[in-house]
């Protein structure tokens, strides 16, 4: 079983920056593809940035190409989105999702873990 746990949610204004922590309780961390997914009320769970397992391999929504970072730290066990220019529309829950398997997917059903979510609300 993995457990995900994420942090680094809050407040921030717009065209600022926050950094979202995923930290999983796995054995060994880097067979496991990592996503970002994130969801509005009424609104269904979307794709915003993907890791693949072995950490070459990356993949973005379009809306938060050139804004997001995804990566992550073996030795944490733990992936991290770096938002910057923050746009009011980026505001959601963020999920980090987990899936065993190399390659990436935008696809909900890829996953099979995911954590709790943090809030993220960014105001104009």
């Known amino acids: 079983q993995v457990q995900l746990v994420e942090s680094g949610g809050g407040l921030v204004q717009a065209g600022g920056s926050l950094r979202l922590s995923c930290a999983a309780s796995?054995?060994?961390?880097?067979?496991?593809?990592m996503a970002w997914f994130r969801q509005t009320p009424g609104k269904e769970r979307e794709f915003v940035a993907a890791?693949?397992?072995?950490?070459?391999?990356?993949d973005y929504a379009d809306s938060v190409k050139g804004r997001f970072t995804v990566f992550a730290d073996y030795g944490q066990n733990t992936m991290y989105l770096q938002m910057d220019s923050l746009k009011t529309e980026d505001t959601a829950v963020y999920y980090c999702a987990a899936g065993k398997t190399e390659t990436i997917s935008r696809g909900r059903d890829w996953y099979d873990y995911w954590g709790q979510g943090t809030q993220v609300t960014v105001s104009s």
């Open positions: 890791i693949s397992a072995t950490f070459i391999s990356r």
């Open positions: 796995v054995r060994t961390f880097n067979i496991y593809t």
